[in-house]
């Protein structure tokens, strides 16, 4: 059983593909190295509600709402996934 398998219960639902680069996590900015997280395309990742709740409570937003933050950040993101680590990926469980 795998370290995902154990966090989610007998078979995981997620089907990422493993990060293989490193940098830090698009959640909680971790350090993060090679197999230590996940590429979740981002329709998942900004469509995330539990992403979303979190954004919320963060502290994070500046008076903007949650759904004009995640507008003004995905119109910037160049990329087609985002890297997720470990201890965030729950949050885009199916």
Do not use: W
């Not at 490193?22 to 090679?34: A, F, H, L, R, T």
């Not at 979190?54 to 993101?77: K, N, P, W, Y």
């Amino acid at each position: 059983m795998g370290i995902i398998d154990k966090l989610f219960g007998k078979k995981s639902e997620l089907s990422f593909e493993r990060f293989s680069g490193s940098g830090v996590c698009d959640v909680c900015n971790k350090g993060i190295g090679s197999g230590e997280a996940y590429l979740v395309p981002n329709d998942t990742f900004y469509a995330s509600k539990k992403y979303r709740e979190r954004m919320e409570q963060s502290g994070m937003l500046f008076g903007q709402s949650v759904d004009d933050f995640i507008a003004v950040t995905r119109s910037m993101d160049q990329t087609t996934h985002s890297a997720v680590c470990l201890d965030c990926i729950y949050m885009f469980k199916n």
